[in-house]
């Protein structure tokens, strides 16, 4: 097979949650690099929700067409190179998808030496940079605040909730496990967790935040955003970042009952994508370098190993197995 | 009953819609002002969607006290006073209730010469405040852009329509009936108007802003504000300012299917009350007064007659019987 190009392709748009129907595999003849073009051999995939979306349907990017590999972004190393800034050797990311070679144009980012390929994806990567511009650009959470983060033991929740904290603010987050409440508090220096498996969310925000919430950053959507919204401070910011609680319905289902409170509260709900910030990528790394070599933020990767096992990391995000980012290595 | 003051209380909070039996008549000796304070003789009532949320429960005041009577902002002729800057004579407006005579402190805005009641109720009152800063200070509209309001009839919204037509905008309407499209298209001049009764919303929408709407002024809630979030172009503002449609149910039902268009789009949903604002008004002022008297702003009254029918009144707003400003004349 070392002549063949192994990759996992759209097979079918998943309708409800996604199943190993939505996949096919092929092998195919490893692509050649154009010119301006760079051969990577693809080392590890980054698995995020906004996958799934690309599966179903036309969003922020055109929906993957059937047959093409899944659009995922991954990291490689290159093996083959006609641009000149990018030398064979090099480790690169961008839009990989799920197959074991790809083509990318000079566009491709080069990882800097000394950075590892799992920070590379998840805290430095696109979950940092989310987490980063989605709470101080949007969120603009003061000293003193408190600050609410659902799916927060998840890769973009996890940094966000730590963020926060070092900017001064009282942090809770929301997970779906007591293990993942505890490593929240005892770890990553949250001050409260809530299990929204096991608590009622709207009656221990209303303990947690007896004065309401100043920021919450959503990734989950459903309930929970209807809970956090019963407990909005005045001037409230809610930064929409995902709904994964959502993304597996076969039919968009209502929303939440008391919107009216962001006109009583005069709230603000905004929502986001982080590619439009990806010019002021050297804006938020310069912070979350220093952060996270000072130790002030934690990141925690969640590996699974195998491309074919590719939808199977997928399946993690929604089910809520994972602790941190869910990644994939070759 | 010359001495007396004949006042409309409130006898039940509504649940549901607000019938008969939330009111009761009373008439109790008219009070004195004390010292710092002012008597007025009611001559208008200016009837309000958020008079039905003071009926019910705390909300950005709290809630009126059964047996008092119901909050309302009112215009009267000041006949007895204890405050040097406000001379008996003088036609004043505060939150006077639904009564024949009401006592205000001096902060009771007195009306300058020259500015007609009606006026002074519905475009020079909270109304135009209402419109001026909801529209331009969340709405942002830039000249070019598609501002789309609901409830584009009623007093604030069809004020809204002419701000931002004045700004440069293309302007679209919704309003339930075809007398009331005709009126905001041939009279108001906005680019078209929807009737929400007999056309679909969405499926119009749709037609009319083939590249989305750029600001969506909400007074009415439910239905209409998913159909509008269905076209949100990118970074699109939704002003919250009331929701009509719902203020009516016995319990809150569920909001918009797809909130997570404000993720792909960007999108910016924000609430406010317009009492926030009354320190800026001078500045609403300038531009309102300058629009209505160059005819570039025209304004609707809906006028009831004698204290007794202000429940009627209100309900008006609910039957969406109303063009324009709804008020109650003593």
Redesign the interface.
């Known amino acids: 097979m070392a002549d063949l190009n192994h990759r996992i392709t759209l097979a079918r748009r998943p309708v409800g949650p996604v199943g190993p129907e939505c996949f096919a595999t092929d092998d195919v003849p490893i692509p050649s690099p154009g010119p301006g073009e760079v051969l990577v051999a693809v080392r590890w995939l980054s698995i995020d929700p906004t996958i799934r979306g690309w599966m179903a349907m036309d969003?922020?990017l055109p929906a993957i067409p059937i047959g093409d590999p899944v659009r995922s972004v991954g990291l490689g190393e290159v093996i083959e190179s006609n641009v000149d800034a990018i030398p064979v050797g090099a480790t690169v990311f961008g839009l990989t998808g799920w197959q074991q070679y790809a083509v990318l144009d000079a566009t491709a980012t080069v990882l800097p030496d000394g950075i590892d390929p799992t920070a590379a994806l998840s805290v430095f990567g696109v979950t940092g940079l989310t987490a980063y511009f989605g709470l101080l650009d949007l969120g603009r959470p003061q000293p003193g605040e408190t600050v609410v983060v659902s799916g927060a033991a998840g890769a973009t929740g996890s940094v966000v909730g730590q963020i926060a904290r070092i900017k001064g603010c009282r942090v809770i987050g929301i997970a779906g496990t007591a293990e993942k409440c505890a490593w929240l508090v005892d770890e990553l220096g949250f001050d409260a967790a809530i299990n929204y498996r096991t608590d009622d969310v709207s009656a221990r925000l209303g303990e947690l935040c007896p004065h309401g919430l100043d920021v919450f950053f959503d990734n989950v959507?459903g309930d929970i955003?209807e809970a956090a919204l019963d407990h909005l401070a005045m001037r409230a910011r809610v930064v929409?970042?995902?709904?994964i609680s959502?993304y597996n319905d076969e039919a968009?289902?209502?929303?939440?009952?008391?919107?009216?409170?962001?006109?009583?509260?005069?709230?603000?709900?905004?929502?986001?994508?982080v590619m439009?910030y990806m010019g002021r990528a050297d804006e938020a790394m310069a912070d979350l370098v220093t952060w996270v070599l000072d130790g002030s933020v934690k990141f925690a990767v969640d590996v699974v190993e195998g491309l074919d096992n590719a939808p199977v990391a997928l399946d993690r995000l929604f089910s809520g197995a994972n602790r941190g980012k869910v990644m994939v290595r070759l």
Chains 1, 2 share one sequence.
């Open positions: 969003t922020y959507g955003l929409l970042c995902g709904a959502r968009p289902r209502p929303g939440p009952r008391n919107l009216m409170n962001l006109v009583v509260q005069r709230g603000r709900m905004e929502g986001f994508i439009d």
